[in-house]
Structures are given as structure tokens and as C-alpha cells.
């Protein structure tokens, strides 16, 4: 028996089990269904190369995408303490203040930019930017990478300036537009987080418990409220524990809807179909998912100064005795160093597209794939990844069986809305301008993607081919007050007394940027209602 049953450390169930246990009277235990983190590759930056379609990646996929000549994408899933932050590239990036605003003008009442910054700045320890956006005093450090820059990282951000973007050196400050250097959540060279940043610190807090390798099967719900959860605890041995205050779902935007279907609340003929009795209708529950899409304009060097070629054995040798011996050099950092954020024609004003820029070349024969280090090519260049900040597009979550350890169907419908490819394709012909600049002409040996840049038609093509997801899946128990929201703005699932959802799915739009750092604010605030309201 525990006060609070916490399902999923990943993020936001780090930051959840920090708070809720530095009040001594609250016992909580937090569940996680992957391991412990001790892999080694997960703490060097550079070792997030090698962390997909591992034992530390759930490694789901898409159904087939129609708008995307049908093809099955990759969907990474960190399946380890820590979750995504434990696997991810590390970016720190908040957001556009609109996008909280946005939430605000919808009847979330609390969430908009003013009211969630102190949230942002409660978990923040940012070594290089002291102004009132940012804080010194939190768990989850924060800086530039200063001991590896490439010299086409420079160029990049020359170029950018040259194609019209403003030089922002704070892209989580007073506006987002422009380009410079990522923040990267990182100390002392290694990756720092959630786990590193809010769970090992507290690890001996008497009043915690963590269970690993453990899946949790459904939310006990009697009488229209959360009492407990039943988990499986090796191969075949179930359990019942109970909470006497909350359970709290932070499994992420694929599982948080999955275990709430699996425990009776969803869309009624979902749950029929799989014979699972309806303990409270919430249309809601599984749709709305959104997510950031991206794809490659990459180039071939003229000279070795980028990442590719310390893909090498031999140099990765070399490079982990520097690494350790030294504390810098190439496995310092993990694949971006800088990146850009605007607006294309159909959104003046406010940003819908981010350039990531990457000192890597992903090849010139779709050989290569985005997430496996190993079929990169040894021939350094450069990228810059073109990516979809808003989509129009929405997708689902549905169950696959009634078993929690399958995948969940997942059907993102990604670039179905005419609106998204069209931002994607602008988007490529800004990074296009960025490459040809003057600022890339001393580096750049010759262009090899988009292999055919002659018409609209043959980018298309290209993107069609190769855009991937970033893995920033929100919105699939999207808060708010409508028919299809699953949570209240204090994020406690509509009808069911105990349960709130805290995590990435509860994003009723998704951010304009990469997620993680939004979900350690989500969770930041989930953990002050539930402790002062």
C-alpha cells in the first residue's frame, strides 16, 4: 500500500517521484517497465548513436503510412529509467510562448507562457544564460556544448544569417526566431537525465520505492475511482498494490492511453472490441496524437572536420580514451550542435519549422538509416534537418490485444494535411538557400540530398522517401474541456477520481520544438497541484 503509484519513470515520473517524496509523510512507489540505466552508451552523448532498436528501446512502428508511399516508420520508445530522456539527443528547447498561450485560450486555466515559465525554471540549472527566463537553481542541468565544434557548425549559423534568420543565442528566452547553439541537457560531458537529475540524488529517500522490469496491466478502478494498479513482476507472477491517494499515468503519449483503454476507460466499441468492460466513456482517450517529422538536405565536405569519420572503430577508440582521459572531443557531444527556428509564408510571424543541424552525412542512396549509426557513410559532410513544427495532421492510438507488453496500434496519419507537406517542403528550400550560402562554399564538396532539387516535385519526392519522426508523439490524452479531452487542466482524468495523466499526452497541440524539456515543466506542475491544491 502506497500513498501515490507512479506508472512510467521516465520524464515527467522522475520529477513526480522527486516531489511527491521530499514530504516524508507521502510513501510512493514509482513502476518502470525497462531497466536500470547503467548501460554505458547512454551517459557518453555521443553514445546516442547507439542506443536505438536496443534492449533500451521499445522500437515500436507505425502502420503503414498512406501519405508517405505507405511505409512503416520507426517510432524509438526509451524502455529504460529515465525513458526518452535517457535516449533522446538531449536538446532543450521549450517551445514559442504562443504555444502555451494557445493552451491557455483554450479554458486551460494556469497554462499559459507567463504561468508555466516558473515551472520551466523550478527543474533548470542553466551553467550560460542568466536572465529571468532562466534558473540556476534546479536539478536538471543545462549549457551549450563547449568542448566540440565543428567548424561547419559555425558555418551553419553564418549561413542561416545570410539566408535571413536573426542570430538568437536563446531560443528559450524572449523570442524563439533566429539561430544559434543548442542547450543541451548535459554535465560534466554527460548526458544528464531525468534519472541523473532527479531519481539518483533522492534513490535513499525511505519513502520511495522503485520496481524495474515490471508492467504495469491496468488501473484498478471501483466505483468510478483509482484504487490501485496490477502489475506483472517477472514472467508470469501478477500483483495488485494499492494506492490510498493517486495513481498517476506518465507512460508516455503510446502507453498513458493504452493502460487507461486496458483499464476501461476509452471509446466504448474500442473497448468491446476487445472485450474489456467500460468503467468510464472518454472518446478522447488515444486520439489527437501529433508529432514532429523531419528529413535530410546533406551535403558531402571537402575536408574531415565533421562527425563521420570518428564512426570509425579505430577513432571511436581513440576517441573514448580522449573522452575519458580529457573530458572532450567528439564523443562530448551527441549528433546536434546548433539550429534554427522560423516561420514559413503559410505562418507569418509564428514559427512553424525548425532546421536541426548536424555535422553528419547521411549518404546519397537512402542506404543509410536515420537511427542506426552503423549505415552513415565514413565520408564526413553535414545535414540540416528540415522539421515540421505544427502539424495539421492527427493520428491515433488503438489497442492491439489486451496484452500490455504488445505494441499498441499506432496510426500518427502522418503528412495526411496538404498544410504539412507544403511548411516541410518550404522548409527544405530555406535549408537549400542555407547551403549554397557563402558561409558553406570554403566546406561543401557538392550536394547529395535532395538528389534532384530542380522542382517542387522532386523534393517532394525526396521527402516522401526519407522524412522520419523526431519522437515527439503528444497529444493523446489531450487536456481540456471539449468532448475529446481526456483530462482536466489539472490533469485528472474526466470521471474517474484519482487518476491524473502527467506526461507528454496531455498536450492538447504539440510545442513548437523538441518536447523533452516542456514534459519536465508538465510534470513540474502536475506535482504542485497535487501537493498545494
Not at 495532421?393 to 492491439?400: E, Q, T, Y
Request: charged share 25%; glycine share 8%.
Amino acid at each position: 500500500m502506497y500513498d501515490y503509484i507512479i506508472i512510467g519513470a521516465g520524464s515527467a515520473g522522475c520529477v513526480l517521484a522527486n516531489r511527491l517524496t521530499a514530504d516524508p509523510s507521502n510513501s510512493v512507489l514509482l513502476i518502470e517497465a525497462g531497466g536500470s540505466d547503467s548501460k554505458m552508451e547512454i551517459h557518453i552523448p555521443a553514445g546516442y548513436a547507439k542506443l536505438h532498436k536496443t534492449e533500451v528501446d521499445y522500437g515500436f512502428w507505425t502502420e503503414p503510412q498512406k501519405h508517405v508511399l505507405n511505409r512503416k516508420i520507426y517510432l524509438p520508445r526509451g524502455k529504460v529509467l529515465g525513458g526518452c530522456s535517457s535516449t533522446n539527443a538531449m536538446a532543450y528547447v521549450r517551445g514559442n510562448h504562443a504555444d502555451y498561450d494557445d493552451w491557455a485560450a483554450m479554458g486551460n486555466k494556469g497554462w499559459s507562457a507567463k504561468e508555466v515559465l516558473p515551472f520551466f525554471k523550478k527543474s533548470e540549472r542553466n551553467e550560460d544564460i542568466t536572465n529571468e527566463y532562466h534558473s540556476q537553481d534546479g536539478e536538471l542541468n543545462v549549457t551549450f556544448n563547449k568542448k566540440f565544434i565543428t567548424p561547419f557548425s559555425e558555418a551553419f549559423i553564418e549561413g542561416c544569417v545570410e539566408a535571413g534568420f536573426n542570430r538568437n543565442e536563446d531560443y528559450n528566452g524572449e523570442t524563439q526566431e533566429g539561430v544559434g547553439p543548442f542547450q543541451f541537457s548535459i554535465k560534466n560531458v554527460k548526458r544528464h537525465s531525468a534519472v541523473d537529475a532527479f531519481l539518483k540524488p533522492i534513490m535513499n529517500r525511505p519513502n520511495l520505492t522503485i520496481m524495474t522490469k515490471t508492467i504495469t496491466q491496468k488501473v484498478i478502478i471501483e466505483n468510478d475511482r483509482a484504487v490501485g494498479v496490477e502489475v506483472l513482476r517477472g514472467k508470469n507472477r501478477t500483483q495488485e498494490i494499492f494506492a490510498t491517494k493517486e495513481v498517476i499515468l506518465s507512460a508516455g503519449s503510446f502507453a498513458s492511453p493504452q493502460l487507461l483503454m486496458l483499464s476501461g476507460v476509452g471509446a466504448i466499441e474500442e473497448l468491446k472490441a476487445h472485450g474489456i468492460e467500460c468503467k468510464k466513456e472518454l472518446n478522447g482517450v488515444g486520439k489527437n496524437l501529433q508529432d514532429h517529422l523531419f528529413y535530410a538536405v546533406s551535403a558531402l565536405a571537402k575536408t574531415q572536420e565533421g562527425q563521420n569519420h570518428h564512426i570509425k572503430p579505430l577513432n571511436q577508440l581513440s576517441d573514448l580514451i580522449k573522452y575519458f582521459f580529457t573530458k572532450s572531443g567528439a564523443m562530448t557531444i551527441g549528433p546536434l550542435e546548433s539550429g534554427a527556428f522560423g516561420s514559413t509564408p503559410a505562418s507569418p510571424g509564428r514559427v512553424d519549422f525548425q532546421l536541426h543541424f548536424a555535422a553528419l552525412n547521411i549518404g546519397e542512396d537512402y542506404s543509410a538509416d536515420m537511427y542506426d549509426i552503423k549505415t552513415f557513410p565514413l565520408e564526413d559532410g553535414y545535414t540540416i534537418l528540415p522539421t515540421l513544427l505544427k502539424p495539421k495532421s492527427r493520428g491515433f492510438v488503438k489497442l492491439a490485444s489486451t496484452n500490455p507488453s504488445d505494441q499498441p496500434i499506432i496510426q500518427p496519419n502522418f503528412l495526411e494535411a496538404e498544410e504539412d507537406r507544403m511548411v516541410l517542403l518550404n522548409a527544405g528550400k530555406k535549408a537549400l538557400e542555407v547551403m549554397h550560402s557563402k558561409a558553406f562554399s570554403k566546406h561543401m564538396d557538392r550536394l547529395v540530398m535532395p538528389p534532384d532539387t530542380s522542382s517542387d516535385d522532386t523534393i517532394m519526392q525526396h521527402i516522401l522517401k526519407q522524412v522520419e519522426t523526431v519522437y515527439h508523439p503528444v497529444g493523446t490524452c489531450k487536456m481540456g474541456n471539449d468532448d475529446m479531452a481526456v483530462v482536466d487542466d489539472k490533469l485528472c482524468v474526466y470521471g474517474i477520481e484519482n487518476l491524473r495523466v502527467i506526461d507528454a499526452s496531455i498536450m492538447p497541440t504539440i510545442i513548437s520544438g523538441n518536447t523533452n524539456a516542456a514534459v519536465y515543466m508538465i510534470a513540474e506542475k502536475g506535482a504542485d497541484m497535487i501537493l498545494n491544491h
